[in-house]
């Protein structure tokens, strides 16, 4: 499978060629959305749903709790399904708790400290009542726990990874765009949720189905599981894939149908940073040129700036602001090298983007 047939495949399964009907079909299709810059997650969503949507009409989805916002993997948050969230945890929040440890024990956190706060979050958040982080933070300070340094954030992570807190409705912000969410009792805000006849086997499919074509050792730099998981998750998911490469390791596509391409879907499209489409994936030099890939990351300090693809292809990356006043100016590009798209479809592009963030 040459280099233009995966991307190809891949703007498919993204849905980026094949948007969805509704932002909740495009994060229960991608399973787990890459967030940790809220703003980003929230426009990796409106990307792949068909027609115009704003920052508003993913917000409302957080606010039906049709999606949340949690450490589902590798220690980073996602927007997930809230149906989806406490199956996944099961198979990925053991390997984080560990990961997490040492960290832990520099912070003086441990098991009792964790359930002090546990219990501390469930007086203040039962009976559907909802806090911002700065909140949550006073109530634990009050009650004894200290969120000194980063002991609060952890904290955050680890009764998250207990399926104990999520992070739901929007909060409201005037004259910008939301910045934050508030923490809710994950019990109570999740009212759907759903266990997979095979937990594993049904991760290895979803990430196909959103990824693909794909393999193991893809599904195991996404997941942060081992390859070994990995690869026995991909043989018990296996009646329900089809292999379209073996080489250099198999790779593959759901079977079945695939969504359905769109003529509407633009060919050139801004998309945000940490991009499911250029991150999740072993080998980033399908979507873009090795020689360009520092120019995105994974920096030093682990950022992945947003990126201008063209085709399947990364051209570029671009900046924009959030504050204040400053969120309605013009996003800015940056090339790579000139005649990989028009200047017309870069505008374009980043009109969309920005049509999104000032509605």
Known sequence: MNTSVLRHERLR????????????????HMLATQSQEFWGGR??????????????????????????????????????????????????????RRQAAAVHRNEGIDADEADRA???????????????????????EQGGVSTFRQRGY???????????????????????PTREQFFVLADEWITDAVTPADPMAEFFVR??????????????????????????????????????ADEPEPRYVVAGAAPRRSAAAPEVVALPPFEEYYLSYADRTVPCAPEFLSAIGPSMNGIVRPILVA??????????SLAVGRHAESPVPELFAPGAATDEEIAAALDRYRDFITA
């Not at 849905?15 to 909740?24: C, H, I």
């Not at 999520?166 to 910008?176: D, I, L």
């Not at 189905?209 to 991909?234: E, I, N, Y």
């Open 311 to 320: 085709r399947g292809e990364a051209v570029g990356v671009w900046t924009h």
């Open 207 to 244: 990430y196909i189905a959103s990824h693909g074509p794909a393999g193991a050792r893809d599904f195991a730099w996404w997941t942060g599981l081992p390859l070994g998981v990995s690869r026995a998750a991909a043989e018990a998911a296996s009646d329900r894939l089809r292999l379209v």
């Open 13 to 28: 399964s993204h849905r980026l060629s094949a948007p969805a009907a509704t932002v909740a079909d495009a994060a229960r």
């Open 118 to 140: 546990e219990r501390l979050a469930r007086a203040a958040l039962g009976g559907g009542n909802r806090l911002t982080r700065k909140e949550l933070f006073e109530v634990w």
């Open 43 to 96: 426009w990796a969503l409106a990307t792949r749903v068909r027609g115009r949507t704003t920052v508003r009409d993913v917000d409302a989805a957080y606010g039906r709790g049709e999606i949340v916002r949690t450490w589902t993997m590798r220690g980073t948050i996602h927007t997930i399904p809230t149906a989806d969230m406490e199956w996944v945890l099961s198979l990925t929040a053991e390997r984080q």
């Open 154 to 176: 952890h904290l955050l992570v680890a009764l998250s990874l207990r399926a104990v807190l999520c992070q739901g409705p929007v909060v409201p912000r005037e004259k910008g």
